[in-house]
């Protein structure tokens, strides 16, 4: 009995995982470098003395028209060096600003209200989000605006990590498979999550849902951006498979910070609609299947465990190939294991307890 089941679990796991590469590969059409838009980066920051610097070092060295381009780095109310380090640094750089929030809008809290509060100053067609412990590539900001024609809403980019030890492999693994499933789902029209690190949105549409002080609040203020916009139902929100948009970010340092990132995310996904529980179900029952596989070990079972293996494996050698970023086997071997135990035990965290702490913040 188990066999069929976990047969049929896995037959379902491979044709999801299929239309999720059919997602991620399909193309979208770009706009010539003359008409690309004007754009406002924005960088939310609270406390990041460590990373800040290589942030906009990052950010200084874009490749876009300097007539067309702002960049605002958010002080939110550091209580380290990150404000007099971006103060140094943006002295003779007139596309530079940092800000610093003053007023609490509405029921906001942290991010959302910084950025909020930034975006009111905002004035450019295009605004990008990244935070302030990654590194854009010089093309980011060239190529995700290029995805901006008219009927576009919001353009997402990949971001990659830092794997410079086991324990951030395994974590940049983790994160380029969450970003491949998101990016299927919303290339084919359905769109499930997406991630403030890496992603543009036109001001206008924006300004149309209200901003996120008209938004429900949540520890996860780029998801339910993402689903006001997708609820117009009016643009298209894209997540192309492009180099030139990639994002490399610092992983979580220890246990204790990816534990709190996996639960705010995981909080912040409550809010999702019914595909998007249909759709992660099938990545739940093949992990929970793979807990109780010890007592029914047979050759079928095993066949059927390095098919899941090997489907993980060309999955995410398809995006990492396509952003020009590479995976190590090591890497892979411990998010394998790693994934099916957050996966399971993930959802019972956030059935029993919904509170999350975050930049030294309490949610």
């Given amino acids: 009995m188990f066999e069929l089941v976990f047969t049929i679990f896995f037959i379902l796991y491979t044709i999801t995982h299929l239309i999720f590469l059919f997602g991620i590969l399909k193309k979208f059409p770009k706009l010539d470098e003359k008409d690309l838009p004007t754009v406002s980066i924005l960088v939310a920051a609270r406390n990041e003395e460590n990373n800040i610097l290589s ?26 060096r990150t404000n007099e380090i971006v103060s140094q640094f943006i002295q003779d750089k007139p596309k530079f600003r940092i800000f610093q929030p003053e007023k609490k809008l509405g029921e906001l809290k942290g991010k959302a209200n910084a950025l909020a509060n930034a975006i009111k100053q905002v004035k450019n067609e295009v605004i990008l989000t990244t935070d302030a412990d990654c590194v854009v590539n010089p093309l980011w900001a060239k190529t995700l605006a290029s995805y901006f024609e008219k009927d576009v809403a919001m353009v997402c980019g990949y971001t990659d990590q830092h794997k410079r030890t086991v324990f951030e492999g395994m974590q940049a693994a983790d994160f380029i498979y969450l970003l491949g499933v998101a990016a299927g789902m919303m290339n084919l029209g359905q769109p499930l999550s997406c991630i403030g690190n890496n992603m543009a949105y036109r001001k206008s549409v924006y300004d149309e849902v209200g901003g996120y002080e008209n938004i429900k609040f ?13 609820g117009l139902k009016k643009y298209k929100i894209i997540y192309p498979l492009d180099a030139g948009g990639y994002v490399l970010s610092e992983p979580c340092p220890n246990m204790k910070v990816l534990y709190w990132q996996k639960k705010r995310w995981g909080v912040g996904g409550l809010n999702s609609k019914f595909i998007g529980f249909f759709t992660m179900s099938f990545g739940f029952f093949m992990s929970a299947s793979i807990f109780v596989l010890p007592f029914f070990i047979s050759l079928h079972v095993l066949l059927i465990l390095f098919g899941k293996i090997l489907m993980d494996y060309l999955f995410l050698k398809v995006i990492y190939k396509g952003i020009k970023s590479k995976i190590g086997l090591f890497d892979f071997i411990m998010f394998q294991i790693y994934l099916p135990i957050y996966v399971v035990v993930l959802p019972i965290l956030v059935t029993f307890s919904r509170n999350v702490v975050w930049k030294e913040r309490k949610f």
């Fill in 55 to 80: 942030c906009i070092t990052g950010l200084d060295k874009l490749e876009y028209p300097e007539d067309k381009i702002e960049i605002f780095i958010i002080d939110d109310h550091s209580t380290d």
């Fill in 218 to 230: 949540s520890v996860t203020e780029d998801f339910q951006l993402l689903h006001a916009m997708n």
